[in-house]
């Protein structure tokens, strides 16, 4: 196969779970490349430098951002988080198949940029259902549970723009249909000129 | 799910091996509906009339396309091929997924017809191959072998106009990828409407 990897961008509200099934799809499929973001916000409890995020000082970002080294950013909740252009890039340049979990500020950012990319929009099962995993995470104060949950109906709207919405009622469940996504966007016959001209 | 059913045309040339992956397909799943075609061809040896195809005369079948009963119809050969319009209509408006096993010509005429339709191809993994399987058939007589295997070439570059291409090189693994496709296509924003309106 000649193709250049896949950038698979996948956004949503908070308390969707885009990051469990991110991990979920990233252990059943060890050849996906995860790309870290960048942040100005503080490490939650449990999350490493590295590998959650890496965590830099707002001066240090906004020499990235000067440099034109950020394939998106945005200020949400008064921090800044970004992503990192080069190791996506050469990642897809090589082959492999990339995977960004952004917010959907950011996520809009890429789309401009990578026509080619596969957005997918992951759902709560209803609007109740999301309100309790953002407080059960237990990690955000009232006011932010406030602000992030005041946010989801604004930010589902945006669905409209994705290519896929996955609603996330089952975790198995969901990261099945985000496979299924891969793989079906690998039959495209817009991205299978390669295998059809080595057939004729 | 208020969703209509979703129409799946799986094509491709003679010996790629769209039967066999469409008798896997419905093997593994149940609730998609086949629709029959109807022909003026000889059935081959073991078809049943009913299962493979409605086997009806000339007359019938042009009776048929006068009262515009037939989605799409082809001359292949210098037999008709078409599909009755009816089941196909019936079963996509109670919500059924429905597939079509036909050839280029017709799959093309669907395809003008419902542009939301998944349109997909099956490639053999080489043209050897495919006149291996041509040959290994054994129902044909060379006479016809040499005209099928002389217009693969011809038809393998009508792919362009499908939406997928999906390698028969393993009946396993290519009957996994249109199960990806078509779970990928029920992920599609544009087909969720309903769930996410009872979402928000």
Redesign the interface.
């Known amino acids: 196969m000649d193709q250049k990897g896949l950038l698979i961008v996948i956004s949503g509200p908070s308390g969707a779970g885009k990051g469990t099934i991110c991990k979920s799809l990233l252990n059943a499929n060890k050849d996906i490349k995860i790309s870290v973001s960048a942040t100005t916000r503080s490490p939650r409890k449990g999350e490493v430098e590295g590998k959650n995020y890496y965590f830099i000082s707002k001066e240090q970002f906004e020499e990235m951002l000067q440099e034109d080294a950020l394939l998106e950013y945005a200020k949400v909740y008064e921090n800044y988080y970004g992503t990192p252009k080069n190791y996506v890039l050469e990642n897809l340049d090589s082959g492999n198949d990339v995977l960004l979990e952004i917010d959907i500020v950011g996520a809009l950012q890429v789309k401009e940029k990578f026509k080619d990319g596969i957005f997918?929009?992951i759902?709560?099962?209803?609007?109740e259902e999301l309100k309790n995993r953002i407080v059960g995470r237990g990690t955000e104060s009232d006011k932010d549970i406030e602000i992030r949950y005041g946010c989801a109906?604004e930010e589902?709207?945006q669905?409209?723009k994705?290519?896929?919405?996955?609603?996330n009622d089952d975790i198995e469940r969901a990261t099945?249909?985000v496979?299924?996504?891969i793989?079906?966007?690998k039959?495209?016959?817009s991205r299978?000129h390669n295998?059809?001209k080595s057939?004729?």
Do not use: G, H, Q, T
């Open positions: 997918i929009f759902l709560p099962p209803s609007l109906i589902i709207e669905v409209i994705y290519d896929y919405a996955v609603i099945r249909d496979e299924a996504i793989k079906a966007e039959c495209k016959v299978m295998n059809i057939i004729l």
